[in-house]
Structure formats: structure tokens, C-alpha cells
């Protein structure tokens, strides 16, 4: 029973059946949870006693870095699942997952920058976090640029997974050596850890931005992997039968 | 008959890693270029420095532990494009992969030699150029210390990627984009040793951490090197 619908799920042909009824629904969950916490976080959190309201710019920031990490793990994860078990959808989901968690990482970047000029009255800081972000920017570029240089070879799939599980291995490696480093080389003038803790009415709606931005993630990505679906099956059957294309 | 027999010689089972080192070897030394090209490029890149930020020595002392660990790992890095390219291109890649022993040693059977083809006289060169980058006195050890163990690491992870992009047309930037940003914790112990050495603090915890890197990509990188050699060649 469980088995028999795994397999439906791993099957292209099932997932995109199954998607096709979930994707509404997390488009529909991120627009609210992402539209409400906005409101809610620009408009009628208090704004901070030290960075007045500047600091609103966390309810953007948080989320997209919570998300560029998490997105390269769930990479890692289903590099993995498509490396031992071979399942196909593994892959397209990895796939179609990349761009988004490059663009987050972007995202957290840029507006930690624009955070940055009136917090700490600079664009950029060599800090610990800004520089492992950085180099997961990197990460993410590198997995991508090979799925690029590879195209649509079998070997695209093979090779990318393993780059993926060998960069998460390194993620932590590089996270707290860079940490050691800034420890070393530079004072701790400016933290973004150190402020007060937050009052209730502040991290609420971060945390409905947070939830909407992982229903965004979920939502893209089940959209992205149903295109990817259609485009490595576009020979198969039951596509054809789709489209209403072929012989 | 000739399966026991095969079997019978617990012996040769290193024999053919042996062989294998002493042809990579050989080939090193008859052209010489394999090895005297990173080294020429790391002379060239550490000329480059006083000439774009400033010929003062005090300026230079302060960058050169960085600048010299920054430009031995653009070194390394350009010469890993050759570690598999030639026998992918003639074939003998394939013999390798179909060889009876375990991919992974054959794999650390290479690795090693390309770190004696760079890394180790890039380690041996680096005090010559650090004596032009006004390096203080006393740090030149920890220097080549640092960097003939760093340089390790840099071989094995660089192994990595050079296995990934074997296939791939004009691959040198792809590699890079894809092994720099794992060259990052080497970068920062190894320049952090020879800083430590010339600020009088304790260099251990730095030299180290190198050893940790160097045996968890020692533990690693060969499988995964092995694995992307498969699926390079089977495309």
C-alpha cells in the first residue's frame, strides 16, 4: 500500500497527476501567507527603537536566507535519492530547484546590502554570514554552470547530483571556518545577532513571512518540476496523449 | 587454471599502483612543462602584486602571506585540468576504470603524483618568492609547512571537479567555478598559519585544522572522484 504509492509518486507520470491538484493550493497559501505577512510587517509591526524603520527589511531578508540554505539541502537530498534509487523525478525536482535557491541567495544578499547602508553605514562587510552567503552564491552558480556545460547528456543528471552532495558536505566546513576566520581577522563591531530580542508583535509576522516564503518554494518548485516533466517526456505516450500532439 | 593464479599473488595486489605512479611519473619528467608551467605562473602572478599595489616593502609584508597562498592555489588550480585529460583523450581512462583494482586507489595513486608535480614544488618554491614579497624572517617554514600540506587538499578536491568536467569542451573556467569555492577553508587555515607565524601566536591550531581538511578529503574526495570518473565516461 505504501510502496505501490511511492511508486505512483516517483513515476513522472503520477507526480505531475498529483501536482496538478497540490500546486494550486501552495500558489494560493504563499500569496496569502507572503500578501498578509507584508501588510502585517510593513505596516503595523512597531518599528525598532534603535533602526526605526529600517529594520523591516528583515521580513524580506530572514526568509530568503532561511530558504537559500534549505533549498541547497533539499538538493543534496534528492541528488542523493537520484544517485542511490535512480529515480528520475529526483533529478528534475533537483533541477528545477536550483535556479530558485540561486536567486535566494541573491535575494538574501542584495538585501542584507540594502540593509546594510543604514545599519551599519556600508553596502558591504566582509562579515562571517555575508562571505559564507557569498560562497554559497558560488556553490550555486557552480551546480548550474555544469547542468549548462552538460546540456541534456545522461551524464548531466550523474554529475550534478554528485556535485550537489560534495558542496553540502562542504557548506558547514566552509560556514564555520569562515566564521573562524572573522573571529580572527576582524572586531565584532557590527552584529546583526546582537540586537534585543524581539517583541512578539515584530517576529510574527516574520514567521508568516517565513512559512509563505517555504509555500513559494514548494509551489515553484512543483510547477517547475511539472515543465521539466513535460520536457524530458515529450516522446513518451502520455504526453502526446496530453498535448494532443504526436502520431 | 588462470583464475587461481591470479588470485594467488597477495603481493602484486600494489603492484599495479606502482606501476601506475612510476608511468605517471615518467611522463611528468618527459615533459617537463606538466610541472614547469605552474611554477612560472606562480612567479608571474606574485610578479603581477608590487606591480598593481605597491613596490614598499612594508606595504607587501603585511599582503605577501595571503598573495603568496592566493596565487599557489591559482596554480594548482590551473594544472588540474591536465590530470585526467590526456588519458581520457587517449583511452587508457577507460583501462583504468576496468582495471581490477579499486578505482578509488587508482584515483589516489594520481592525486599523488599531481601533488608532487605541483604542489610540493610550489611549497618548495614559495620562500624564494616570499623573500620578494618581504616576508619577515622566521614565517618561511610555516610557509612551506603550510603550503605542502594545504597544496594536499587542494590536489584531492581539485580532483573532484577535474573528473566532473572531463567531457566538457574548453572546461578550465567550469572547473574553477566549481573547485574555488571548496578551496575556501584551505585558503583560510593556510594563509591563517603563516599569519599566525609571523604575529608570535601559536601556529598548531591552524596546521591542524590543514590535517583535518587534508584527511577528510583524503577519506572522501577519492570515491567521489571515482564516481565522477564513472559517470563521466559512461555519457
Redesign the interface.
Known amino acids: 500500500m505504501m510502496w505501490a504509492f511511492l511508486h505512483k509518486l516517483a513515476s513522472p507520470q503520477g507526480f505531475y497527476a498529483l501536482s496538478a491538484r497540490l500546486s494550486p493550493w501552495c500558489w494560493g497559501l504563499a500569496a496569502c501567507l507572503i500578501g498578509g505577512g507584508m501588510i502585517w510587517g510593513l505596516g503595523f509591526a512597531p518599528a525598532d527603537y534603535q533602526q526605526g524603520n529600517s529594520f523591516r527589511i528583515i521580513y524580506v531578508h530572514v526568509p530568503a536566507a532561511l530558504l537559500a540554505q534549505s533549498i541547497y539541502v533539499a538538493m543534496a537530498l534528492a541528488g542523493l535519492v537520484f544517485l542511490v534509487w535512480r529515480v528520475k523525478l529526483a533529478d528534475m525536482a533537483a533541477t528545477a530547484m536550483a535556479p530558485l535557491g540561486a536567486g535566494m541567495t541573491f535575494l538574501a544578499l542584495f538585501s542584507g546590502a540594502v540593509w546594510g547602508v543604514p545599519t551599519w553605514g556600508t553596502w558591504w562587510q566582509w562579515d562571517a554570514r555575508l562571505t559564507s552567503m557569498l ?1 554559497l552564491l ?2 550555486y ?2 551546480v548550474l ?2 547542468r549548462g ?2 546540456g541534456t ?3 548531466a543528471a ?2 550534478a547530483s ?2 550537489t ?3 553540502v ?2 557548506i558547514p ?2 560556514k564555520y ?2 566564521e ?2 572573522y573571529t ?1 581577522h576582524q572586531p565584532a563591531t557590527f552584529s546583526v545577532t546582537s540586537r534585543p530580542a524581539m517583541p512578539a508583535e515584530m517576529w510574527l509576522p516574520l514567521l508568516v513571512m517565513v512559512l509563505g516564503f517555504y509555500c513559494l518554494f514548494l509551489a515553484v518548485t512543483l510547477t517547475r518540476t511539472r515543465h521539466e516533466i513535460l520536457r524530458r517526456e515529450a516522446s513518451r505516450r502520455w504526453v502526446q496523449a496530453l498535448t494532443g500532439e504526436g502520431p | 587454471m588462470s583464475r587461481p593464479e591470479r588470485y594467488a599473488e597477495p603481493s602484486g595486489a600494489n603492484r599495479p599502483l606502482i606501476a601506475m605512479m612510476r608511468r605517471d611519473l615518467l611522463l611528468m619528467m618527459r615533459s617537463p612543462g606538466a610541472w614547469l608551467n605552474p611554477l612560472a605562473f606562480f612567479a608571474l602572478v606574485i610578479t603581477l602584486f608590487p606591480v598593481g599595489i605597491s613596490p614598499a616593502a612594508s606595504v607587501l609584508s603585511t599582503l605577501a602571506p595571503g598573495l603568496l597562498w592566493v596565487a599557489a592555489l591559482l596554480a594548482t588550480l590551473l594544472s588540474l585540468e591536465g590530470m585526467f585529460r590526456d588519458d581520457a583523450e587517449d583511452g587508457s581512462l577507460e583501462q583504468l576504470l576496468l582495471a581490477p583494482q579499486p578505482l578509488p586507489l587508482l584515483v589516489l595513486a594520481r592525486v599523488a603524483v599531481h601533488w608532487v608535480s605541483t604542489g610540493l614544488p610550489l611549497a618548495l618554491m614559495a620562500p624564494v618568492l616570499g623573500i620578494m614579497l618581504a616576508l619577515p624572517s622566521g614565517s618561511y617554514p610555516m610557509l612551506m609547512a603550510s603550503l605542502a600540506l594545504g597544496s594536499a587538499a587542494l590536489s584531492l578536491i581539485g580532483a ?1 571537479g577535474a573528473a ?2 572531463i ?2 569542451a574548453r ?1 578550465g573556467i ?1 572547473l574553477s ?2 573547485v ?3 578551496y ?2 584551505v585558503l ?2 593556510g594563509s ?1 598559519a603563516v599569519q599566525a607565524a609571523i604575529g608570535g601566536t601559536p601556529v598548531a591550531p591552524h596546521l591542524a ?1 590543514l590535517g583535518a ?1 587534508l584527511a ?1 578529503a583524503l577519506a ?1 574526495a577519492p570515491w ?1 572522484t571515482a ?2 570518473l564513472r ?2 565516461l ?2
Do not use: D, E, H, M
Request: hydrophobic letters at 70%; glycine letters at 8%.
Open positions: 560562497i558560488f556553490l552558480i557552480g554552470a555544469l556545460a552538460l547528456r545522461q551524464s550523474r554529475a554528485v556535485l552532495l560534495v558542496g558536505i562542504n566546513i566552509i571556518s569562515v573562524w576566520w580572527l | 573532484i566532473l568536467t567531457g566538457v572546461g567550469l567555478l566549481l574555488l569555492p571548496l575556501v577553508p583560510i587555515f591563517g585544522l581538511l577528510l572522501l567521489a564516481a565522477a559517470i563521466s559512461n555519457a
